[in-house]
Nanobody
Framework: VQLQASGGGFVQAGGSLRLSCAASGRTISGYAMSWFRQAPGEEHEFVAAIGRSDAVTYYTDSVKGRFTISRDDAKNMVYLQMNSLKPEDTALYYC???????????????WGQGTLVTVSS
């Protein structure tokens, strides 16, 4: 499956953005889907994951209550709604697909190109 993230941009602290991840090549219904981010000079950081059934979600502590991950298998899309953004959320955001829910970047099966989110103070 090929993944392409979009929706990034420049926003002031406290603002909102909605990231989208478009999948092609095969359906995402058989995958757990995740979002990661990478700030300059840092490793990939897990942000959120959603299981094959969208009843199961998991977030890193720093985004709980502010970010929401969702999926629409009929459209082959995954989303990340980001509210109350903070300057420390500034990063390249990537979507990833894997056979099971995991917070580790390298254990996913495929990754998309990132979309840049910049949050000003």
């Amino acid at each position: 499956v090929q993944l392409q993230a979009s929706g990034g941009g420049f926003v002031q602290a406290g603002g909102s953005l909605r990231l989208s991840c478009a999948a092609s090549g095969r359906t995402i219904s058989g995958y757990a889907m995740s979002w990661f981010r990478q700030a300059p000079g840092e490793e990939h950081e897990f942000v959120a994951a959603i299981g094959r059934s969208d009843a199961v979600t998991y977030y890193t502590d720093s985004v709980k209550g502010r970010f929401t991950i969702s999926r629409d298998d009929a459209k082959n899309m995954v989303y990340l709604q980001m509210n109350s953004l903070k300057p420390e959320d500034t990063a390249l955001y990537y979507c990833a697909a894997g056979g099971r829910m995991t917070t580790t970047w390298r254990t996913h099966d495929c990754w998309g190109q990132g979309t840049l989110v910049t949050v000003s103070s």
